[in-house]
C-alpha cells in the first residue's frame, strides 16, 4: 500500500491539530482502521430549495475524518497492496505515534481462509449393475450351475462408508458397512434348485410354464479400501480413484419362481452356498456418478458341496 506525500501532510495537520494530546499523544502504537468512502452534499438556498450538488471523497481512520477533492485519491493515494500484505503502517509526527491500518478494511470481501480438510468424510452410495460367474470346474461331483441369463442378472449394493485422512486430505482410508444383493436369473426359467441336500443339486421342471426363475443371495459386509480424491474437503465432487476389497456375510438366499400365471413361489435355504465372500474391486467416479468392478475370489459354493465358480459384478455407482 502506498500513501504519497499529500495525503500524509493533510493527515498531519489534523493529527497535530486535533488528537496529539488525546488520540495519539503516546508512542504506543494505535490500531486504526481506514475506510474511504464517496458522500453526496448539497447546498439549499434561503428557502430550502437545492441550489447546488456536490459528490466528495471521504477518509477515515477511526473518528478521524477528512474530505478529499475529486480525483484526489486517484493521483495521490494508492490502493494497489500486494496479495501477502497483513497490515499498513504510518507514522505520526512529531510524537512518533505509529497508526497500525488493518487491510481487510480496504476490502469489503476479504478473502476467504483455506480451511483444512476434515480427518474423517463421511459418504453413503449405491452401486447398480450386472452379475455373472465364472466356471473354475475341471470335474464336478454336484450339477453344474445354471446357465445364466446375463442381462437380467443383477447386482444392487449399498454403503455407507467413513474416509480418513492420511498424509493428505486427497489420500484417505476408507471402511464401512455394505449390503450386497446378488440375483443371478437362469436362461432356462425352468431350472429348480432343490433345497436340503447335501450337494447342490438342480432339476427342470418341464410341468409348468414358468415365466422367471432365479436365487437371489444376501451379504453384509465391511469394505476396506485406499484411494486417491481431487477434492479433499468432499469426496462427492472432483475426481476419485478406489481399490480395496468386501469381506461379506452371507445372511440370506432364496430362489424364486414366477409361472406364466403370475403364480410366484420362494423357497428359503443355503442351497449349499459359502457363508463368507471375499471381493476384491476398483472404482473411479467423477462429482458423484462412476463405474465400478467386483471379482470374488472365493468360491460362491461350499468345497465338495458345489461347482467351483466366482463371481464378477460391475456397473455405475452413485454416491
Known amino acids: 500500500m ?18 496529539i494530546n488525546t488520540f495519539y499523544g503516546q508512542n504506543t502504537p494505535k490500531k ?36 478529499i477533492d475529486e480525483g484526489f ?5 494508492d490502493l494497489s497492496i500486494q496479495a501477502d500484505t497483513v497490515q499498513s503502517f504510518i507514522s505520526i509526527w ?45 470335474a464336478s461331483i454336484t450339477s453344474d450351475f445354471p446357465e445364466l441369463k446375463n442381462s437380467s442378472s443383477m447386482h444392487i449394493g449399498f454403503n455407507n462408508e467413513w474416509g480418513i485422512k492420511t498424509f493428505s486430505g486427497n489420500w484417505r482410508l476408507w471402511t464401512g458397512i455394505q449390503y450386497d444383493i446378488l ?11 432343490q433345497a436340503d441336500q447335501s450337494v447342490f443339486t438342480t432339476s427342470l421342471d418341464s410341468g409348468n410354464n414358468s415365466a422367471k426363475s432365479k436365487i437371489v443371495v444376501n451379504y453384509i459386509g465391511i469394505p476396506i479400501s485406499f484411494g486417491y480424491q481431487s477434492k479433499a474437503k468432499d469426496a462427492d465432487e472432483g475426481f476419485s480413484i478406489r481399490a480395496g476389497v468386501v469381506a461379506g456375510y452371507r445372511v440370506r438366499t432364496h430362489t424364486k419362481v414366477k409361472l406364466d400365471n403370475d403364480k410366484t413361489t420362494k423357497d428359503f435355504d443355503d442351497f449349499n452356498m459359502n457363508d463368507f465372500l471375499i471381493t476384491p474391486f ?19 459354493f461350499k468345497d465338495n458341496q458345489g461347482p467351483r465358480y466366482t463371481g464378477m459384478q460391475f456397473g455405475l455407482v452413485f454416491q
Open 94 to 138: 512529531p510524537n512518533r505515534s505509529l497508526v497500525i491500518i488493518d487491510n481487510d478494511t480496504l476490502f469489503p470481501s476479504p478473502k476467504k481462509k483455506n480451511k483444512k480438510s476434515p480427518v474423517i468424510l463421511n459418504e453413503g452410495g449405491f452401486m447398480l449393475g450386472f452379475a455373472t460367474v465364472k466356471n473354475h470346474n475341471i
Open 73 to 77: 485519491i486517484n493521483d495521490s493515494f
Open 282 to 300: 476398483v472404482q473411479a467416479s467423477f462429482n458423484n456418478v462412476g463405474i465400478y468392478f467386483r471379482y470374488n475370489t472365493s468360491m460362491l
Open 32 to 67: 486504526g482502521h481506514i475506510i474511504i468512502e464517496k458522500v453526496v452534499k448539497t447546498k439549499k438556498d434561503s428557502a430550502g430549495k437545492i441550489t447546488e450538488t456536490k459528490t466528495i471523497q471521504r477518509i477515515s481512520i477511526d473518528s478521524l475524518r477528512m474530505d
Open 183 to 193: 440375483n443371478y436369473r437362469f436362461s432356462n426359467s425352468n431350472v429348480r434348485l
Open 2 to 19: 502506498k500513501i504519497n506525500t499529500p495525503i500524509i501532510s493533510t493527515l498531519l495537520i489534523i493529527f497535530s491539530s486535533f488528537y
